[in-house]
């Protein structure tokens, strides 16, 4: 499915929460040096959008791409 998945930097607390709630959780998301998380590639995302409920400070915006 074709999505984007948009981390707010200042909102991600570095809680894991999104890469555990995900099925596909290692071909998708990855933490940076600072020890926040964001997707990396959302090819083999299915737009559960398990992670953005699980995240606890919302820092999580799921877009459905038109193409
Ligand atoms: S929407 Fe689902 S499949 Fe996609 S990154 Fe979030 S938890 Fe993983
Ligand atoms: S669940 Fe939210 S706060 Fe926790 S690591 Fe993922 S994006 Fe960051």
């Given at each position: 499915m074709s999505v984007e998945i948009i981390v707010d930097r200042e909102k991600c607390?570095?809680?894991g929460k999104c890469y555990d709630v995900c099925p596909k959780a290692p071909k998708i998301w990855n933490i940076d040096k600072n020890g926040k998380y964001y997707?990396?590639?959302?090819?083999?995302?299915?737009?559960?959008?398990l992670c953005a409920g699980r995240c606890p400070t919302s820092a999580i915006l799921i877009k459905k791409m038109s193409k």
């Open positions: 607390i570095g809680c997707a990396y590639n959302t090819l083999y995302c299915h737009n559960c959008k």
